[in-house]
């Protein structure tokens, strides 16, 4: 696809070397092949993925290919990333997963295993209920359930997800952390579920909602960030009802540890570009997340203050494993 | 009827109307080519859209889901290595025909009876929208689980040697899959410390390995022992099927085509299952079971009209609940929420224009994959008149190529190579390939189905008997599997006779 | 003919029988329980698939191995063309063609994954294009035993140039890249 590429084979092939100074600083730029990024989730990290890797290969000047490695809320794709050689040509596109990940268990290594290179975006997880429940605020799915007999069905995207983390910890702030039971639902497919009225609440992103919410299907009662979601501006937020919760997921890019830093600054720069391209700000509308460039040191430092965030708020809902 | 006539002009468009045909001949080559997977195809073909208008983009995108389902056939019915892996009920009497000379009639049946389902599935969608949405939200873990044991329940009607052999087939496939990380708990299993073992293995490296490297083995060695025939170039007439065999099998058509729109509708099940349905189904209700495996037209008309009406059906969950029902619906989902679509109810009182315009880019579709197959056909029997030895060197090229790609990983070509040597000791110990695939396909979300109704019910299985739905599909299944135990012992039996007699 | 295709069907069942029976072991072993309630966890379903091939191979073996006087299912299908059996349709074809001995078989059956295996390692290091000539001329010489020079090259140069087109060029799919040379 690349016309360079095919010319330098052809060039190399014939065996005609008369171009040394135009082919040899080519190659010892980075990059001077495809670069891998690890996608470890589907649904609207996948999608973002997409548009910021056609993005970042557009400055590059190299193809971003996004490889899906799913499961294990993140292990298998940052175990696989970790394992990698550490020159760039493999990145994860991570996530505060890399925290919960470590934290619950499913990871031996922590972050320190990969060397920042930007953080990109923000999304804020929310929940929701079926319309005409007679739940119009948290305080009233409260009362609720404390009157309830049984646990409260809440959908969730695996044991140990985000979304299990935020209901853990918005639930517990509320004072019913007991009365929970979770359903794990892969694919997107908790709205779907609670319209069929199979389960009672759930915890997923606005985007998934969107579309609920504007046919008066469903009721979305709380977001879990500081400010409102632009794309569900109804919906107030947890601090807003008198509940202290403020977890936002942000998603940004990783290298392996050890990676040139020269080569992270380049990685660095094409995220950056990509941010700031209409493409991406029209993908961050109509898929519902918020762009939230930070460079490297900025995002590292980040990073390692919410592990310690992470690791404290987990070891008070005692899912802390190491 | 505005919305209609501007959906008309947004489709019509000489632009969009070249970005379908070129999304439907991506389709047919990635579908048709043994190995490579039309899911990577439409994995490529997402990123060429971001820059492109709305409409013209997601036709790129149906025409190369549309045309990968249908090209799947190809290489099931030339070469016995379904392209994909709703095609791989086809290999079962398409690859017989072939064999029998009769590969352009398979061919010719399985694009007609493929765009006669598509298109009844796509008239399905248009009228019954809200119905079938309503009927698959009532589909929970607990049905979708009943489901899914109906379809493996199928192997009984696969392994027609051995009831015994196919379940063991059908275990080893279900087995296979759940090495990897588990999806719902996050424990490692049978991973043995592997990083590459923890992604589990994958459904499309397997299928590649279990269809196309026996083939390979083969072929090197019937040739190194001079044992290879000539092909076949007697039967390179490219015949099409008449129209009266098609008028004889509508019937046929219209029950498969509902099955597979009514497969498809349900999130989570796919092409395979509907497949499989419809093969068992025609088998079952045949005057002459026996013709079935030994290269029975009704053979290829069953699973191909159902997995091109899956196509119809899972646009339904898709667009209607924003559910995608495969990975490669899970891509077209995501090139329309990146154009801003966001699917839903509300998609069709916000997007109806949009929504009419996908109707008719299907449609589009379908016209191409009628005019490219039929013509192609011809093409696709030069196949045949490649030496053996030859084919057999670009069909083991092809099949790494197709399975890096599929997680750009050498380990999967080294997971293809061995499964596939494993799959050639299956096949000459008598155990039949087939229900490795179907136990492969359907058992995570048999699995998944399960433990996600267990907790929803707090482990009573009273989520089962308390659904009518559930119980209507494990009835189903406990029949079939009583009906063919029944005629196994009394072949046995009436065998056992023959043979005091003798 | 007959006894020797149930000694073949015993022996087979029960290698499956003993692999279900390790991964068995296996499982039990590294996987944890669920806690009882709503959670089945992780280890049911490998748990039960493994006993269920234990029974049905172990089943199957039994059941060939004592009911004699029977007549048998049909016997293991020896494909007259290339994977007949692939589909998995039994068909009554019993005499096996010239030169496919055990040893024949053996001898295909490492050489095609000597070839995957190769390919797989060499495109990771040499960049595909280089690993597909490479193999096809080793697939050509070794594998075909093909001697006209002008039909192993063809072939190595053909089937690479192909690739090359439809992949690199006319597709765009990003294909392999060596880690000690690229040329592609």
């Known amino acids: 696809m690349t016309p360079k590429r095919t010319i330098r084979a052809l060039v190399a092939a014939a065996g005609l070397l008369a171009t040394p100074l135009v082919a040899l600083p080519a190659l010892a730029q980075f990059p001077d092949k495809p670069v891998e990024m690890t996608v470890l989730f589907g649904g609207t990290a996948n999608s973002i993925a997409q548009v910021l890797a056609t993005e970042m290969g557009k400055s590059l000047g190299k193809p971003v290919v996004p490889v899906s490695r799913p499961g294990g809320g993140g292990a298998v794709g940052y175990s696989y990333v970790a394992d990698t050689r550490p020159d760039g040509y493999n990145i994860v596109w991570n996530s505060n997963s890399i925290n919960t990940a470590y934290h619950t268990g499913k990871i031996a290594f922590d972050y320190q295993k990969f060397a920042p290179i930007a953080m990109v975006s923000s999304e804020v997880p929310a929940l929701a209920v079926k319309a005409g429940r007679g739940w119009a605020s948290l305080d009233d799915l409260k009362a609720a359930v404390e009157k309830m007999p049984g646990k409260l069905k809440v959908g969730i995207s695996g044991k140990g997800s985000f979304t299990q983390l935020v209901s853990a910890a918005l639930f517990d702030a509320m004072g019913i952390g007991d009365k929970i039971a979770y359903i794990s639902y892969g694919d997107g497919k908790a709205p779907v579920e609670l319209m069929a009225g199979r389960i009672d609440a759930a915890v997923q992103w606005p985007g998934q909602y969107k579309s609920y919410v504007d046919s008066g299907q469903l009721d979305v009662l709380a977001v879990t960030g500081k400010k409102r979601v632009a794309l569900l501006p109804e919906a107030k937020t947890a601090i807003e009802q008198g509940y202290d919760v403020d977890i936002t997921m942000w998603r940004g890019l990783a290298a392996p540890k050890g990676t040139p830093p020269e080569v992270v600054k380049a990685l660095q720069e094409a995220a950056q570009k990509a941010t700031e391209d209409p493409a991406f700000e029209k993908a961050a509308k109509t898929l519902g997340f918020e762009i939230s460039y930070e460079d490297s040191a900025a995002f590292g430092k980040e990073i390692a203050k919410d592990d310690a965030f992470y690791a404290k708020l987990l070891g008070h809902l005692g899912l802390k494993q190491q | 009827m505005d919305h209609f006539l501007t959906a008309l002009q947004m489709a019509l468009t000489p632009y969009a109307i070249g970005a379908v045909g070129l999304g439907t001949i991506i389709g047919l080559i990635f579908g048709s080519i043994p190995g490579l997977t039309f899911t990577v195809a439409l994995a490529l073909a997402l990123p060429v859209t971001f820059g492109m208008d709305t409409v013209p983009a997601i036709a790129l995108l149906l025409g190369t889901y549309i045309g990968g389902m249908t090209g799947g056939s190809v290489s099931a019915i030339l070469l016995g290595i379904p392209g994909t892996p709703s095609a791989a009920a086809t290999v079962l009497d398409g690859y017989p025909m072939t064999k029998q000379g009769r590969a352009s009639i398979a061919l ?332 492969m396909v359907l058992g995570p979300t048999m699995e998944s189905e399960y433990r996600t109704a267990m907790q929803l019910s707090g482990g009573h299985l009273n989520i089962f008997y308390t659904s009518p739905v559930a119980m209507f599909f494990l009835g189903l299944s406990a029949l079939v599997v009583l009906m063919q135990a029944t005629t196994s012992l009394r072949e046995r039996a009436s065998k056992r006779l023959e043979s005091k007699n003798a | 003919m007959m006894e020797h295709s149930r000694k073949v069907d015993v022996a087979i069942g029960t290698v499956l029988a003993l692999i279900g029976l390790a991964w068995t072991l296996e499982v039990v072993r590294t996987i944890p329980a669920g806690t009882g309630g709503g959670d089945v966890g992780p280890r049911a379903f490998p748990l039960l698939y493994g006993v269920l091939l234990i029974v049905l191979s172990a089943g199957w073996a039994l059941s060939r191995l004592l009911l004699t006087g029977e007549e048998a299912e049909a016997p293991p299908p020896r494909p007259a063309q290339p994977s007949s059996s692939a589909a998995g349709a039994t068909e009554e074809d019993a005499t096996p063609e010239a030169g496919d001995t055990p040893r024949a078989r053996v001898v295909a059956l490492a050489l095609t994954l000597f070839v995957v295996l190769l390919y797989g390692w060499l495109m990771t290091r040499v960049g595909f294009l280089t690993a597909t000539f490479a193999v096809v001329l080793f697939a050509a010489l070794v594998v075909l035993r093909e001697r006209r020079p002008v039909v192993v090259a063809g072939m190595a140069v053909g089937v690479t140039a192909a690739t090359w087109l439809i992949f690199e060029v006319i597709l765009g799919i990003p294909l392999a890249t060596g880690s000690w040379i690229n040329l592609g």
């Not at chain 2, 765009?115 to 796509?122: E, P």
């Not at chain 2, 899959?177 to 299993?189: H, P, Q, S």
């Not at chain 2, 008309?301 to 899972?314: D, S």
Request: proline share 5%.
């Open chain 2, 108 to 439: 010719g049946t399985a694009v007609i009876v493929s765009t006669v389902g598509g298109i009844f599935s796509l008239i399905v969608m248009i009228v019954s929208v809200n119905l079938v949405s309503k009927v698959a939200i009532d589909f929970g873990p607990a049905e979708i689980f009943a489901l899914v044991l109906f379809g493996m329940s199928t192997i009984c009607g696969l392994s027609s040697g051995s009831l015994m052999k196919g379940l063991i087939a059908g275990v080893l496939g279900l087995l296979i899959m759940t090495v990897g990380i588990d999806k719902i708990d996050g424990d490692n299993r049978m991973t043995f410390g592997s990083v590459n073992l923890l992604q589990g293995v994958n459904l499309l490296v397997a299928m590649i390995g279990l269809f196309a490297v026996p083939f390979i083995i083969d072929t090197f060695l019937q040739h190194r022992h001079g044992g290879l025939e000539a092909p076949a170039t007697g039967s390179l007439k490219a015949n099409l099927p008449s129209f009266g065999l098609m008028w004889r099998n509508a019937w046929l058509m219209a029950r498969c085509a509902a099955i597979g729109t009514g497969i498809g509708a349900i999130p989570g099940t796919g092409g395979a299952i509907a497949a499989f349905l419809a093969y068992s189904h025609a088998r079952r209700f045949s005057k002459t079971p026996e013709r079935f495996g030994r290269g029975a037209i009704e053979g290829v008309i069953a699973p191909e009209t159902a997995n091109n009406a899956v196509t119809g059906g899972t646009l339904i969950p898709l667009l209607s609940l924003g559910v995608p029902g495969d990975p490669a619906t899970a891509i077209v989902l995501a090139g329309l929420m990146i154009h801003g679509i966001t699917p839903g109810p509300a998609l069709f009182m916000t997007s109806e224009t949009t929504v009419y315009a996908i109707y008719i880019a299907v449609v589009v579709a379908y016209v191409f994959i009628l005019v490219f197959q039929l013509l192609g056909i011809r093409l696709f029997v030069y196949v045949l008149k490649i030496p053996q030895q030859l084919l057999a060197v670009i069909i083991l090229v092809l099949c790494v190529i197709g399975a890096y790609t599929v997680r750009n990983s050498a380990f999967d070509v080294y997971s293809m190579g061995v499964i596939g040597v494993l799959a050639w000791g299956l096949v000459r110990a008598g155990i039949p390939i087939t229900p490795v695939i179907l136990g």
